[in-house]
Every structure is written in structure tokens, then in C-alpha cells.
């Protein structure tokens, strides 16, 4: 009974699972030319920039154009990631290479904040001497900069944000961005007052927010790959309201997770009242995970409760855990959700 049930569980969740994944086939296409264009209007102008930065011997505009250049290894990787994703699920790998955006968004926290702990040093360094800023040339350029960053950032906020990996190259370029107004404001400062360390105090403002965007992508990709819940889902919570729809039992070994970005699945086991429709239970649980939380993705095995069930039905008073056939879920993981007892 609980095997065939499974069986059609799977089916009928990976049917809608096809359409979804038809669905972002096409948005993935739009993703990879926004991010493409970015990347080309990057490139472009770091080269400039590096030219220019040589010319001026200015460092703040090398530095800016090295920030640049992580911009564009930022949104190599989350193409690349784009493509491996895309890939169909064989062989060993039976979710594909979804993870492929989570490891390139890991990457991209990392480097911010590695690139941030570079820009704190070198800031550091010009507040204890200050070095000779041309402060009009690089005014321009930083001016240059922030139209192009504006645009690329432009061109990246059109593409999928909820996907961690796009939101990882977004983040790089604001970040960028950010770099630049403060350069623009560093440059104009020198330009007027001659104060040569207000380069070195922009630039540590940009770090920390360099610091906050990279521990935030580090967190959220930490989450996917440790397996919690999805931000917004509440395990237990959830549990119980499982555990409270007509002729449920009891709901163990629930587990909650993300595949990537987007992509939430479940899993539990249910026991259902004897002579309780245990296929009928299933397709209600399974419309109440998609239509009140978005979970499209979901594997129940239902089972019949043995008998007796309540508590106080066996000689010894044992309730259902203890009586629980012992051929399956030996030891539940995690929490048992029962219906309290005015629900049945």
C-alpha cells in the first residue's frame, strides 16, 4: 500500500516539477544574456582603466580596475554555474549540478571579503602616508565608472536575483559601484582641499559593505549546502500543520531543504488512522505544501497506523511511538508531530 503510494507520490510531484523546469529553462536564457552584456561592458572600461591608471600613476584607479577585474571572474563563474545546472541529472549526480550556482555564489562571498581585507590594508596604509592623488584625473574616470557600473548592475538586476549565484555577481558589482562614488568623492576632496587621505577613508567605508554583502552570500550558500530550511519555512511549524489535516496520525522524519536557489523540497514520513484513504491523505498534503508554501518538490510515504493507536489502548499504556511497527523509523529524526487531541 505505502509503496505504490510512494511511487505515484514521485510521479505526480515530478510532473510539476518538468514545468518548472521549463519555465526557468527559458528565464536561465535571458540570465546568461544580461549577465554577458555585463561582463562586456567591464571588461571594456577596466582596460581603459588600467591604462589610465598607469599614465596618472595613480593607485586608487589600479585598485579600482583590480576590483574590476573580480567583477568579471564574478560573473564568469555564475555563467559557467549557469550552464552546469542546466545540465540533465545522470549518473551519480541525481539532482544534476544544480549546487553549481551555491558553490559559485560561496565563491563570490569569499572573494569579497578577501578582496575587502585587501582594500582595508592598502586604505591603512594611506591614512598613515598619504600618497600624491591626482585628484582631476582621477575624478573623471571614477565618473566613467560609476555610469558603467550603473549600467551593468542595471543589466544584472534584470536577470534572476532569487538565484544566489546572480545575486553574487550583483553584489560584486554594486559593491564596485559603491568603490567608484567613493573614489569620485575622494577625487573631488583632493581636488578642492588637497587632503589626500580622504582616498583612504572612502575606501574603508566601501570595505564594510564589501564585508556585509560577502558574509551574507557566505551564510545563505552555507544554509543550502548544511541542508536547513528554506528562509520563511518554519520545520516544526509546518509539522504540526501536517500533523493537524483529517485522518493524519502522526508526521516523522520530516526534513525541509533546499536542492539551490528557489528549489525547496520535503520529505516526511506519515501515519494515517486505520482505514484511513492513504492516497487521498498524500495528494492533500501534497496540494497543501504547493499552494500554502511553494513546495513543489515533495516525497511522503504514508503508511497505515498499526493498531491500537491511541494511548491508553494497550495493556501497558505505551502510546503510538513506542507501539510503532518496528521494521521502519526505528528512531525518528527530529521531532514527532501529532494532532492535539481536539483535532480528532
Given at each position: 500500500?505505502?509503496?505504490?503510494g510512494?511511487?505515484?507520490?514521485?510521479g505526480?510531484?515530478?510532473g510539476?516539477?518538468?514545468?518548472?523546469g521549463?519555465?526557468?529553462?527559458?528565464?536561465?536564457d535571458?540570465?546568461?544574456?544580461w549577465?554577458?552584456?555585463?561582463?562586456?561592458?567591464?571588461?571594456?572600461?577596466m582596460?581603459?582603466?588600467?591604462?589610465?591608471?598607469?599614465?596618472?600613476?595613480?593607485?586608487?584607479?589600479i585598485?579600482?580596475?583590480?576590483?574590476m577585474?573580480?567583477?568579471?571572474v564574478?560573473?564568469v563563474?555564475?555563467?559557467?554555474?549557469?550552464r552546469?545546472a542546466?545540465?540533465?541529472?545522470?549518473g551519480?549526480?541525481?539532482?544534476g549540478l544544480?549546487?553549481?550556482?551555491?558553490l559559485?555564489?560561496?565563491a563570490?562571498?569569499?572573494?569579497?571579503?578577501?578582496?575587502g581585507?585587501?582594500l582595508?590594508?592598502?586604505?591603512?596604509?594611506?591614512?598613515?602616508?598619504?600618497p600624491?592623488v591626482?585628484g582631476?584625473?582621477?575624478?573623471?574616470?571614477a565618473l566613467a565608472g560609476i555610469?558603467?557600473n550603473v549600467?551593468?548592475a542595471?543589466?544584472?538586476?534584470?536577470a534572476n536575483r532569487?538565484?544566489?549565484?546572480?545575486e553574487?555577481?550583483?553584489?560584486h558589482i554594486?559593491n564596485?559601484?559603491?568603490?567608484?562614488?567613493?573614489?569620485?568623492?575622494?577625487?573631488?576632496?583632493?581636488?578642492?582641499?588637497g587632503?589626500?587621505?580622504a582616498?583612504?577613508?572612502?575606501?574603508?567605508?566601501?570595505v564594510a559593505l564589501m564585508?556585509?554583502?560577502?558574509?551574507?552570500l557566505l551564510r545563505?550558500s552555507g544554509r543550502?549546502?548544511l541542508e536547513?530550511?528554506?528562509?520563511?519555512?518554519?520545520p516544526?511549524a509546518?509539522?504540526d500543520?501536517?500533523?493537524a489535516q483529517?485522518?493524519?496520525?502522526?508526521?516523522h522524519?520530516?526534513h525541509?531543504w533546499?536542492?539551490t536557489?528557489?528549489?525547496p523540497?520535503?520529505?516526511?514520513?506519515?501515519?494515517?488512522?486505520p482505514?484511513?484513504?492513504?492516497?487521498g491523505v498524500?495528494?492533500?498534503?501534497?496540494?497543501?505544501?504547493?499552494?500554502?508554501?511553494?513546495?513543489?518538490h515533495?516525497?511522503?510515504q504514508?503508511?497505515?497506523?498499526p493498531?491500537?493507536?491511541?494511548?491508553?489502548?494497550l495493556?501497558?499504556g505505551?502510546?503510538?511511538?513506542?507501539?510503532?511497527?518496528s521494521?521502519?523509523?526505528?528512531?525518528?529524526?527530529g521531532p514527532?508531530h501529532r494532532p492535539t487531541?481536539?483535532?480528532?
Open positions: 500500500m505505502s509503496s505504490h510512494h511511487q505515484h507520490g514521485s505526480h510531484t515530478h510539476g516539477d518538468g514545468h518548472a521549463h519555465a526557468h529553462g527559458v528565464s536561465a535571458a540570465d546568461r544574456r549577465l554577458t552584456i555585463a561582463l562586456a561592458l567591464i571588461t571594456g572600461f582596460a581603459i582603466e588600467v591604462v589610465i591608471g598607469v599614465i596618472a600613476r595613480s593607485l586608487a584607479l585598485s579600482d580596475a583590480a576590483h577585474l573580480t567583477d568579471a564574478s560573473i563563474l555564475a555563467l559557467i554555474a549557469m552546469l542546466a545540465r540533465p541529472a545522470r551519480g549526480f541525481t539532482y544544480k549546487r553549481a550556482e551555491i559559485s555564489a560561496q563570490n562571498g569569499l572573494t569579497l571579503l578577501l578582496l581585507a585587501w582595508a590594508y592598502e586604505a591603512v596604509e594611506r591614512l598613515i602616508d598619504p600624491e591626482e582631476g584625473l582621477v575624478l573623471v574616470t555610469v558603467v549600467a551593468a542595471w543589466c544584472i538586476s534584470k532569487s538565484s544566489l549565484n546572480v553574487g555577481a550583483y553584489q554594486l564596485d559601484l559603491f568603490a567608484f562614488i567613493g573614489t569620485a568623492v575622494a577625487g573631488l576632496v583632493v581636488l578642492l582641499t587632503f589626500a587621505r582616498d583612504g577613508i572612502a575606501t574603508l567605508v566601501v564585508f556585509k554583502a560577502g558574509y551574507g545563505e543550502v549546502f536547513a530550511a528554506p528562509a520563511g519555512v518554519d516544526d509546518l509539522g500543520e501536517l500533523a483529517p485522518s493524519v496520525v502522526e508526521v522524519d520530516l525541509v533546499q536542492i536557489s528557489g528549489e523540497a520535503l520529505s516526511a514520513h506519515v501515519l494515517v488512522e482505514g484511513g484513504d492513504c492516497h498524500r495528494r492533500g498534503l501534497e496540494d497543501l505544501l504547493r499552494q500554502d508554501h511553494g513546495i513543489t515533495s516525497t511522503l504514508v503508511d497505515h497506523a493498531v491500537p493507536v491511541f494511548a491508553g489502548d495493556p501497558d505505551r502510546d503510538l511511538l513506542s507501539a510503532r511497527d521494521s521502519h523509523c526505528a528512531e525518528a529524526h514527532v487531541p481536539h483535532e480528532h
